[in-house]
């Protein structure tokens, strides 16, 4: 019961609605995936067993709706009101992972954008609505961001959002085929008392 109460959950801020992902959503998700082949393989995760071992779409469905019934993630699809479109596009995906209650109160938060979308503050916004949401609502102290080195469009949204820099972690994450150093960026509740959408918007 606890975790149900958890998740599923929706978040909107303008044209911007943040949602659970579903096994239905696998055809648009794959057409936008595939259109951004190029611009995400440098950042995408891999498995160290090599070439393959990746789940498939539903599989990937099936484990982060595990994972939300256990209170452990909150996979959201980000998509978009656009004019001319009946129902909000999928541009991207943020996934809240990692969840860690007790003493630690923490979790951890990854994303993607549709590459015809970068750049308008979609993601920031995202982000914002997403560690709002795990502080205000779901009572938790920490968000944690891993970033790569070279990744400076996602280094730019922990910029704007006033994340901390907690240093480097070598050889973190399997990425694109090898073990790739990523920053680690925080923020704590205590230090956005007021929020960090509200203080996104302002700018």
Known sequence: MWAQAIWPVKLECGDLILRPIKL???????????????????????????????????????????????AAALPFIITERIPGVS????????????????????ATLGYWVDQSRAGRGIVPTAVAMATDHCFQTLGLHRM?????????????????????????????????????????????SEEVPEGILARWLAR
Do not use: C
């Open 144 to 188: 944690e961001i891993n970033i790569r080195p070279e990744n400076t469009a996602s280094l730019r949204v922990v910029e704007k959002l006033g994340f901390r820099d907690e240093g480097l972690r070598p050889r973190y994450l399997h990425i694109n085929g090898r073990w790739a150093d990523h920053r680690s960026f925080a923020l704590t």
């Open 24 to 70: 239905r959503d696998q055809g648009e998700w794959t057409r936008v995936r595939a259109r951004n082949a190029a611009w995400l393989e440098p950042w995408e995760a891999s498995s160290p067993a090599g070439p393959g071992q990746l789940p498939t779409y539903a599989g990937m469905v099936r484990a982060l709706n595990r994972q939300a019934r256990e």
């Open 87 to 106: 129902r909000p596009a999928i541009v991207g995906q943020l996934t809240v992972s990692s969840i860690v209650w007790g003493s630690a109160m923490s």
